[in-house]
């Protein structure tokens, strides 16, 4: 018989193509779209609990703090609770920023030191899994996502902000041309999140680097995307800025499940000009909707 999965955050980026992802693998998915912030419950039988709910834009979690703790660490505990309640297992879709502090090569068993609100909220609500994991029986799987990019990602990231730009000809101002990051396409992290619901680890608490292990400026994903796009624009680089390293060692993902991204950046980058492309109607959408959240 098929898992039967819940996956809160329905609406958002990763969640929604994760449960069409793992509906069209034989799974049974429920999209949860309500506010997880509130105790909430779902009917009949769940073997695990996939929680990708989270307020997620950095600039927006140092803004409103009280917000993005009742979101991303109590949304956390009623997912945990709801996980208890079914006896299922957890997968909680946590961040790099749980680091706080730049690095190259980061492991997970390297020391978090979250120094923004989110980072924070992220860091706590995996606590709160471990502690459910190993008290309370219910295992749990702690995904440490990286700089995750694709097709339908909301336009206020860089990738897609860069796409747009370059789209329209638009000069493109780099704060941080030099600052390097860990890029990973959304296919490969819902090809790891399918091998997380689909097999049982030995250990009931376990956390896991996501990223492709390979670093790239910003200004490097610049000409790439104009490369991809074969439409060149004026860049401005702001070259006093400081500028950090921020990549993943993957090692202990891919000895635990023989997972290793697909995608390069470069091919990843191709797919998701190309939805832009092909989705013109609805990215114009997407980018006057955030327009009139700013606003507001």
């Known amino acids: 018989m098929a898992k039967k999965v819940l996956i809160t ?23 949860y779209e309500r506010d997880v912030a509130e105790k909430f419950e ?6 695990v609990v996939c929680h990708f709910a989270a307020k997620t ?8 703090p009280a917000e993005t703790m009742k979101i ?9 609770e709801c996980a208890r309640e079914k006896k299922a297992k957890f997968i909680f879709a946590s961040a790099a920023a749980v680091y706080g502090v730049s690095n190259e090569g980061i492991r997970e068993v390297d020391t978090p030191k979250p120094n923004s609100a989110y980072g924070l909220s992220k860091y706590l609500a995996e606590q709160l899994s471990e502690l459910y994991a190993k008290t309370l029986g219910v295992p749990s799987i702690v995904l440490r996502l990286f700089n995750v990019y694709g097709p339908g990602q909301k336009p206020e990231f860089l990738i897609p902000t860069l796409i747009q730009n370059v789209a329209k000809g638009e000069t493109v101002n780099l704060r941080s041309p030099k600052s390097v990051r860990d890029y ?5 992290v819902l090809s790891l999140v399918e091998l997380c619901v689909s097999r049982d680890l030995a250990d009931s608490f376990n956390v896991f680097n996501i990223a492709s292990g390979k670093g790239y400026s910003v200004k490097e994903v610049a000409d790439l995307i104009m490369s991809v796009s074969g439409k060149s624009v004026p860049l ?13 060692n993957i090692d202990n993902v891919k000895k635990v499940f023989g997972w290793e991204p697909k995608h390069s950046l470069t091919e990843g980058l191709r797919k998701t000009i190309d939805w832009w ?7 114009n959408y997407m980018l006057e909707d955030e327009t009139v959240k700013k606003k507001s």
Request: hydrophobic residues 45%; negative net charge; aromatic residues 12%.
């Open 9 to 31: 955050g329905g609406r958002g980026f990763i969640a929604k193509r994760l449960a069409s992802f793992l509906s069209e693998r034989g799974y049974s998915v429920i999209s």
């Open 42 to 47: 779902v009917e009949g039988p769940i073997d």
């Open 57 to 64: 834009f950095i600039g927006y979690c140092a803004e409103h």
């Open 72 to 80: 991303n660490f109590g949304g956390t505990l009623n997912a945990l």
């Open 184 to 188: 990973i396409f959304i296919d490969d």
């Open 236 to 248: 401005v680089l702001d070259e006093k800025a400081s500028a950090n390293v921020f990549t993943a």
């Open 277 to 283: 492309k092909q989705n013109q109607v609805f990215a």
